[in-house]
Structure formats: C-alpha cells, structure tokens
C-alpha cells in the first residue's frame, strides 16, 4: 500500500480532498486512519501548514470596507455603459491600431501634407517631402485606404483587426497628391524586440495602385518596407506589449502579410486575406476555460469595451513597454474641460504647429518633485497620431471629446492618468 | 439578468482580495484601491465566476503596478517615508518598528519562493479553492496541494532565516 504523498497531506489539511476524485478521496481518508507513519507525517506537515499561515498573518493590512453601495455609484458615476458591440469586439481580444491611418489621412487630406514639427521640447518627428510620381497618372476619385493590423499571440488574446477608409473618395489626383511621409531622425519602420508585436499598414491609392503603395511592418524582429512608387505612409504603430506573456505572432499571419508585400498590385485584395486569417487566428485563439479567458481578456478589456481602449502603441524598446490608453466613450467628456489638471503647479504652456496652422496646446504640469506629466490639447480634427512618441517609462491616456483629443502622459499608472483626466471636467 | 449575490461577494471577497494585493504591491492603501478597481469591473462585467475572475484580474492589475512601481519607487519611498514618520509618532516606537520589520521578513521570503509557489500559497491564502487555484496557475488539481506543501515549508524556511539573521 503506498504512502499519501505530502500534496495529498495538504489537501487533506486543507479539506480540499472533496475537489479530488471521491475514489482517491476515499484511499487516502482510509490510509491515514491506518497508517502512523503517514499520520506522523501529517502532523509534521500540520504544523508547517500553520507557521506559514502565521508568516503570512504577519503582512496583513487592516482593510477598510467601503460600502457596496459607494461603489456602484462610483460606478454609474465614471464608468459608462457597455457597449455590447464595442466589447464583442474587443473581446477577440487585439488592439487595433488605427491611429497611424488616422494621421496618415489627416496629413494627406487636401493633397497638401502638412509638416508637423512639434515645439521644440520634442523636436523634428515628421518630415514630409514629395515623393517620386506615380508611375501611372492617377485617376479621379483617388483614394486611400488603410488597413491596419495588429497583433499580439493567440496565447493570450487572439487578434483583432480594423479597416478604415480614411481620406474617403478625393477629387484631386495626380503625382502631386502622392506624397511620403518619413521620419528620418528614427527609423521609419522600428525594428521591434522579439515577443513584440505585429503591426502592419497598407496604404492603397487608386493612382498607384498598380504599382502598389504598400508599407508592411513584418515583425517580430524586422520591419520591411515594399513600395512600387506612388504614396506611401511609412510609421509603424507602437503596440503594447506585454512582456510576460507575449510571444512571436502566429506564422500563418507573419505568412499572410509577407504575401501582401509580395503582390503590391493585389494590395486590397491581400490585405484582404490577411484580415481573414488574422481573424481566423482570433477566433481559434481561445483555448482558456470561458471566465479564465474573459479574465485574462480583461486585461485589455478593461480599457476598452466600457472605459478604456487599449491603443496601438507599444513598441518595447530595451525590453519595457509603453503603454497607451484611451478613453473611448466620451460621454463624460462633453463639457468644456480645463486648460490644466486643477491643483498641480503648471510649468508651461506652449502651442503646438507651426505657421498658420496650430495643431493644440501642451501644458506641462508638475504632480510632486520630479513627477511632472505633460498634457496635449488638439484642435478639432487634429489626429493625435501627431505627436511625437510616448518616451520610455511614461504612460499615455487619450480622450476624444468633442473639442478635440485630449493627451496625456506622465510616469503614472493607467488610474492616475484616467483621474487627471477627469478631473478636467469637474470644474 | 444577473444571479450574483454581490452583497455577499463582496463582503467575503473583498478583504481576501485586499490582502491578496497587499502582498504584491505592499502597499496596503493601494491594494485597497486596486481591489475596488477590480470589483469596479467585476460590477461591470458580471462575469460567471466572479470570485475567480476577480482574482485574476487582481493579480493582472498588480503585475501593471508593478511595471510602474519600480519607475516611481523613489517617490513612493519618499512619501512611505513621510505617512511612516506621521503614523510613527502615534504608535508606541517599538512595536512599531518590529511591526515594520516582521513585515520586512514576511515579504523577502515571500520574494525567495518562486513564482508559481508564491501564487499558490497567496491565493489559498486569500480563500481561492484548490480548483480556482489550479485554474488560476494551469496546475491539475491534485498538483495544488503539492505546490501549496512546498510553498509552505519554503516560506516557513526562508522567514526562519530571514528573521534571525
């Protein structure tokens, strides 16, 4: 007859051998009547059981208990109501990044890019130039499209995927209206670590789709480039990773986006593919038990669905991530907000653009000592993919309210930010 | 319609949670927050199993803490400093710096065991099931108790020796 090994003894003390199959219940409930040495070594094992309770006793807070009702009504107070299709999609579990497409769109709008170049606490991040022509005169109604896509492993969320037409059909056409947009003090398309993630954009114009205006980013590890001439909008979204848990991103999808750099003149048509198979990869994605995969989906889905969209951006240099929120039901926002977080000391105010075309204010506050956030505030329309990069250990929050986004950022954690945020509007 | 009894929920639940937060980001008003964080959404999203889901999410809000905790330590060790010398001038001296330094203990050795054993070990702590456990950690079952024995002696070994060094 064998001994009950020590994990048993512990379930026993634990009285969790009723979780344990009844049959192996029963042998060791019936072995440990019978055997003194097992009931020895259960009071060994008592005894340790109990000093561990006690070391852990030792590091417990005195809680205070707020009400439930206090809660419910922070609840109804902040946090809007799901939106059921918002959370279904989320639920696939990828952040989709359509903040590049964004500003993509809003710089190309008009035919005429606009150079952005923040003040000068950031210096140059995008320059423009005219590209080479198309190879072919472009045709009325030209357009762009872009897809983007981005990945995280189907180990943790599946993925998610977001198409978006952003300048819409243009009047205007022509080699003029083809115009590249590169950000030469940093690597156009960034090279992202090893578990990074995956992020791709396809940008289509009718007037070089021929000759194929495609910019992939194919990571884990590189980033490539294809173009055949035409437009082309180069800047790989920032996507958060997590460094615990991501992975590299499947290979039939790495598999489906280099066919879309590989057939540049079937652009949409690929990029369509790829949609597909990204999905297909979030729908397979799922292997976790229901609650254990709606917690860990929680873990984006926290931001998003009802409160907080977890953007795009993350790019882990050096192994640590940035993280980059938004608010994506402004319901709470529609009130005209304050220029600075009340309370804090503000360092400086500088208006952002250059020229005759401002873009937004950027306010710098001081939280305490060294702690200091800085606080974007776009005009209208303004796509806050203008902004320069989130730097290393520093946090973004976005809202969108109807006076335009708001940014910002500091070395505080997803709640801080999300207080400061609101307390905008308590004006 | 929802069939939680979130009364009770919450009044069973949310001082294991607390306590469950306080070991991993040491910082017990913000384990407080954390764990309002966490029911917050668990209100919001009336999961099926909401003792386990609160859990999980817990510890996912204490693995983002600790990403930024390491950024703001210095501040935080500031401010600790000042709530410490304010609350130290209202307790007896003594009891508190054994009180401080027992806590000291209790959370290197907890810092020695390995990850999964140190989860193990908070989560029964906190009341979790040896199912929830197992679900939690992707153990089988029947390797809880094996995870939880080792865990035990490691940590009962580890404060020993933390604690008369």
């Not at chain 1, 958060?240 to 949409?268: G, N």
């Not at chain 1, 505030?377 to 006076?403: H, I, K, M, S």
């Not at chain 2, 999410?57 to 410490?84: G, P, S």
């Amino acid at each position: 007859m064998s001994h009950i090994d020590k994990g048993a003894l512990h379930a026993y003390l634990d009285g969790a051998l009723d979780e344990y199959p009844a049959a192996e219940a029963a042998r060791i409930r019936g072995h440990l009547d019978a055997c003194g040495e097992c009931a020895d070594m259960l009071a060994a094992e008592r005894l340790i059981r109990s000093d561990a309770s006690t070391i852990l006793s030792y590091a417990s807070p005195d809680v205070e208990l707020p009400t439930l009702e206090e809660l419910r009504a922070y609840v109804k107070a902040t946090r809007p109501a799901p939106r059921p299709a918002a959370a279904r999609m989320y639920r696939m579990g990828w952040a989709a990044s359509v903040v590049l497409a964004l500003g993509a769109g809003w710089m190309a709008r008009d035919g005429q890019l606009q150079q952005v170049r923040a003040n000068s606490d950031f210096g140059p991040q995008l320059e423009t130039e005219a590209a080479s022509p198309a190879a072919t005169p472009a045709e009325a109604g030209d357009r762009l499209r872009s897809v983007s896509a981005v990945g995280r492993p189907a180990s943790e969320e599946g993925v998610e995927l977001s198409v978006l037409d952003v300048a819409g059909d243009r009047d205007e056409a022509g080699p003029t209206a083809a115009r590249k947009v590169t950000a030469p003090e940093a690597p156009a398309v960034r090279v992202l670590g090893e578990q990074e993630l995956l992020s791709a954009v396809v940008v289509e114009s009718d007037a070089g789709l021929a000759s194929g205006e495609i910019v992939v980013a194919n990571s884990p590890n590189e980033a490539g480039v294809a173009t055949g001439g035409g437009a082309e909008v180069v800047e790989a979204d920032d996507v958060f990773a997590d460094q615990e848990t991501a992975s590299p991103p499947p290979p039939e999808v790495m598999a489906e986006l280099v066919a879309v750099q590989d057939a540049p003149s079937d652009a949409v048509a690929s990029a369509r593919v790829a949609e597909q198979s990204l999905d297909s990869v979030a729908m397979n994605a799922g292997a976790a038990e229901p609650d254990e995969a709606e917690a860990k989906e929680e873990q984006v889905e926290r931001r998003s669905a009802e409160s907080l969209v977890p953007v795009t951006s993350a790019f882990a240099a050096g192994g640590r991530g940035v993280r980059q929120d938004e608010l994506a039901d402004d319901r709470d926002f529609e009130e005209e907000p304050a220029l600075a977080v009340p309370g804090y000391e503000v360092l400086s105010v500088t208006a952002l653009g250059e020229g005759s075309t401002p873009i937004g204010v950027q306010v710098v506050q001081r939280i305490e000592g060294d702690l200091i956030v800085e606080l974007f505030r776009l005009e209208p329309g303004v796509d806050p993919g203008v902004l320069p990069p989130v730097r290393e250990g520093r946090n973004q929050l976005r809202a969108n309210t109807p006076g335009g986004w708001i940014v910002i950022r500091g070395a505080l954690t997803e709640v801080q930010l999300r207080i400061l945020v609101e307390s905008l509007f308590r004006n | 319609m929802s069939t939680i009894d979130w009364n009770d929920l919450y009044r069973t639940t949310f001082p294991e949670l607390v306590r469950f937060l306080h070991r991993k980001v040491w910082d017990a008003e913000r384990a407080r927050d954390l764990a309002q964080e966490a029911f917050v959404r668990a209100l919001q999203h009336e999961p099926k199993r909401p003792r386990a889901w609160l859990f999980q999410v817990a510890a996912n809000l204490a693995r983002d803490e600790a990403r930024t905790v390491i950024r703001r330590k210095k501040h935080l060790v500031l401010l600790k400093t000042e709530v410490e010398v304010r609350e130290a001038s209202l307790k007896d001296p003594a009891a508190e710096l054994a009180e401080r330094e027992r806590m000291g203990a209790v959370r290197e050795a907890l810092d020695s065991l390995s990850e999964k054993d140190r989860e193990a070990l908070l989560l029964w702590d906190a009341g979790q099931s040896y199912t929830e456990i197992a679900r939690q950690l992707e153990l089988a079952v029947g390797a809880v108790g094996t995870t939880l024995a080792r865990a035990r002696r490691r940590l009962a070994d580890a404060y020993a020796h933390v604690a008369h060094r």
